[in-house]
C-alpha cells in the first residue's frame, strides 16, 4: 500500500510538472506572438507616419509652386443653403505662377430666386494674392473684379494634413457661396 501510494504522488507529481512545463510553454509563445505583433504595429504606424508627413510635404511644395488646382465636389450658398454636389469635371479653379483660371457655378442675389451662373475666366492678374501657413495647412486669399464691376473674394483654405480644402468665393454684393474640394497637382 506504501508503494502504491507513492506511485500514485509521484504520478501526480510528473502530471502537475508537464502541465507547468506546457503553461510556460505556451505562456513563451504567446510572448513571442505579442512581440512579434508588437514590433509590426510599430512598423506599421511608423511607415503610415511617413506617408502622411511626405503627403504634408507634397500639398505645401505644391502651394508653395503656385501650380495647383482645386477641383469642387459640393457648393453651398451661405449661411445655410442647400449643398449641391457637382459633378461637373470641368469645374475647377487652377492657380499658376502668372494667372488663374475660374470655372465655378455661382448663385447671384440676396433673396431667392437665386439665378445660378457660371464664372468661366482666366484671370491674367488677381490682387492681394497671400498664402498664410496655419496649423491645419495653408489659408489663401486673393481678390479679383473677374472682368465686372463687383469684387469677389477667394478665400481658400488647403488642409495639407487631411487631404481637402474649403473655398469661399464671396462679393459685397451677394450671399458668399462656400465649396469643398480637394486640392491636386498640375
Known sequence: MKRSFITTLSIIAM???GIVISIEAQSDTTAAKNATRTAQQEARQQRRAERLAAYERFVDSLVLSHNYRFVPQTMQQLPGGMTRNLMNPSYEIVVWSQAVDVCLPYLKGYTPPYYPVVFNYVLPMVEGYTAEQTNDGWHITFRSTMFS?????????????????????SSPFYNSVQYSGNIFAI
Open 15 to 17: 502530471l502537475i510538472l
Open 149 to 169: 464691376s463687383t469684387d469677389y473674394t477667394f478665400s481658400l483654405e488647403i488642409y495639407s494634413r487631411y487631404g481637402g480644402a474649403l473655398l469661399t468665393l
